[in-house]
Structures are given as structure tokens and as C-alpha cells.
């Protein structure tokens, strides 16, 4: 983190030696066929490169060369790929994003592009060939649906093994091509600009402002331009307006929600016999708790970001609330210690599928 993190990429060999990919190839084209899972299709063939986007219900033969598939957020689907995912999260859970696989034939790739974020890739199977290059502000190709750049001049390449990862921060233009059939997992970090930001950030803090008083004008003399907005209404209303700014805890509640919303194709399934809360509790004293492996839990203070949602939990509760973000659950020996302030708050978020009984 203190040499490479955001500043030059790094190559690691066998940093999981006898490493076993999270989702084979049919699994992963099974989540290609599902409505529910964002997925790409790119082919190269007779020299077009070619974009689909799912759901895939028919894939070219995997004994044709140059195409890739791509499937994005495997973690929200697959308990194996939400455990990869976690072994990523000595960086903040604010930034950690989801793991994407892709699938590729003998010479497939999407092309050289350049990433806005940083990326762990970490080979599954077979061999992909990673080539980057240094140079900076590459014009985006416009003649492709792939979002390509073109002039990359690659200044260094490495063939990756499975169980080999390639770490590249943002800006570093790179292209990754399969040498015969192999699956490739990446591990992406969100980093919105904060040009993102500024509409649903000022959109949360008037949801939550309290601004009294209404414009008034008593005393105002007659005018002969009435077209023209009226200096002293703007005056009044800008004086108003700027009384009230957002703070430091105006911020911390729009990140916590901001950054906790799931993703658009996001669906929890909600438990089919939602158990009444003393027996939910009875199980989860037994069994313990576990956040569902779509849930997003981040804290800041003593308020909780969840799925989007933002939460200021009794004090009693917010020892045992960073435990479970922080561990993604709570054992039983934990959860018989939860205060009893805490079992409805717990119960609505099982009742609404965000957290599970372990075991």
C-alpha cells in the first residue's frame, strides 16, 4: 500500500499458489444466461470487434478463437467468489467494489483501454498475456462499441499463470490477451468523480436541511421593467440560501448511504418463512448472524450505512453493529451478547434479506 497503492503497478508471481477459480466456465455462462447478472459479450472475428451485452442465452463455440466474456458482480451471486472478494479488504469496504470473471478464448481481449479505477488481476486459469504502456491522455477510439484507446505502444508485458495477480492504479493503459482458454478474475475499486457526487450529495443534504422563513418583498417600489429578476430578490434569497451549509456529518450521511447502495440489478431474497423476532433470535443466539454476500455495511461515526440506508443505531448497539460490518457477521457467543435494543433492528434487516442466520 505504501510503495504501489494509486502509483505504479505491480506484478505478484504465485501469490496463491494451487489456486482454484471461484466459478468454472459453465457456471460462469450460466450467470450470462441470467437476466439478473450484468454480462458482455466481445468477439473479434474476420477483424470487427464487436460488443452484446446480456443476457447471453447463446455463446460462440469455445473451440473459436478471439472472444471474451465478461461478467460483472460474480460476488453478488456466488458465496466462493463474495470470499475471494473479502480476502481484498485490507483496502476500506467504502472502495471495494465487486469481482468481475471473464472467460476468454485463445486470443481473446477487449482491446487496449484505461481503467478510471484501480484493479487486482488475478489469473484463474490458463494464461493471459498483460501488456501496459506509460503513456498518458491515449485518444479514445470512436469506430468500436469497446471503449478502446488508440496509439498504445505496450513498454512492458508479462504472461500470468494461474494464481499470478497484476495490480494496476488508475490511468495505466493496458491490454490483456489469452493465450489458449483461461478464465481471469478482477478485483475493481470504486472511485467515483466528484463531479459523480455533487448532485445526490446536495440532493441528501436538502432532503435533510431544515431552513425556515419565505422570501418577502413589503415596501417594494413599482417597476417599468418587470422582466428583469430583481437584484434585491437575489440578494435576500443568496443571504438565506448560504446561512446553511453541509458539514462534516452532512457528508458522512451521504457517503454512508452513497456508498452502501447496491448495485441497480441487485435483488435480496427475502427469507420464505420470515420467523417471528424471539425466534429469530432463539436461532441466531445458536447459530449466529451473517451479512448476505450482497449486503454492503459501512460505518463513521455512530451512524451505519446499509444497502443505501442510513442508520443511527442506540449507543448500546453500535459496539456489536462494527463487529458485524467489520467481520461480515457475528458468531453466536457475539450475538448473546447483542442488547436487547438490538434484536429488532436485526430482525427487520433479516426480514428484509440483508443478513442471514449462520450455520
Known amino acids: 500500500m505504501r510503495e504501489y497503492w494509486q502509483r505504479k503497478p ?22 450470462a444466461r441470467d437476466p439478473e447478472v450484468e454480462s458482455r459479450l466481445i468477439t473479434q472475428f474476420d477483424g470487427r470487434r464487436l460488443l452484446q451485452h446480456g443476457p447471453l442465452s447463446r455463446l460462440p463455440s469455445v473451440r473459436r478463437a478471439r472472444w471474451t466474456l465478461l461478467v460483472q458482480g460474480v460476488d453478488l451471486h456466488d458465496d466462493s467468489a463474495r470470499q475471494l472478494l473479502s480476502r481484498f479488504r485490507f483496502v476500506p469496504d467504502a472502495r471495494l467494489d465487486d469481482l468481475m470473471v471473464s472467460f476468454a478464448t485463445d486470443g481473446g481481449g477487449v482491446g487496449p483501454h484505461v481503467d478510471s479505477y484501480d484493479v487486482f488481476l488475478l489469473q484463474a486459469t490458463g494464461q493471459r498475456c498483460w501488456r501496459i504502456s506509460r503513456q498518458r491522455g491515449l485518444p479514445q477510439s470512436t469506430t468500436t462499441a469497446v471503449k478502446t484507446v488508440r496509439g498504445f505502444r505496450a513498454s512492458e508485458e508479462w504472461l500470468l499463470d494461474a494464481g499470478d495477480m497484476l495490480y494496476l492504479p488508475p490511468g495505466v493503459a493496458h491490454e490483456g490477451i489469452a493465450q489458449g482458454e483461461c478464465i481471469t478474475c478482477s478485483i475493481g475499486f470504486r472511485a467515483p468523480s466528484y463531479q459523480q457526487l455533487l448532485e445526490p450529495w446536495f440532493v441528501d ?3 435533510h436541511a431544515v431552513l425556515g ?29 448560504s446561512r446553511r451549509r453541509p458539514g462534516r456529518i452532512d457528508t458522512d450521511r451521504f457517503l454512508l448511504r452513497y456508498l452502501s447502495e447496491p448495485k441497480a440489478n441487485v435483488v435480496f431474497g427475502v427469507p420464505a418463512n420470515t420467523s417471528a423476532r424471539a425466534e429469530f433470535r432463539r436461532r441466531a443466539v445458536s447459530h449466529g448472524v451473517e451479512l448476505d454476500r450482497r449486503s454492503r455495511l459501512i460505518y463513521a461515526g455512530s451512524a451505519m450505512g446499509i444497502n443505501g440506508e442510513c442508520v443511527v443505531p442506540p449507543a448500546a448497539l453500535i459496539k456489536s453493529l462494527r463487529l458485524l460490518a467489520e467481520q461480515r457477521g457475528l458468531t453466536a457467543q457475539q450475538a448473546k451478547r447483542l442488547p436487547a435494543a438490538g434484536w429488532t433492528l436485526l430482525h427487520d434487516w433479516y426480514s428484509a434479506g440483508w443478513i442471514v442466520l449462520g450455520g
Open 205 to 207: 443534504y436538502a432532503d
Open 213 to 241: 422563513g419565505r422570501y418577502t418583498d413589503s415596501g417594494v417600489a413599482s417597476t417599468s421593467h418587470p422582466a428583469r429578476l430583481p437584484s434585491s430578490l437575489t440578494r435576500q434569497v443568496h443571504e438565506q440560501l
Open 10 to 31: 505491480l506484478l505478484i508471481r504465485g501469490v496463491w499458489p494451487g489456486f482454484t477459480a471461484p466459478i468454472d466456465r459453465a457456471g460462469l455462462f450460466q450467470l
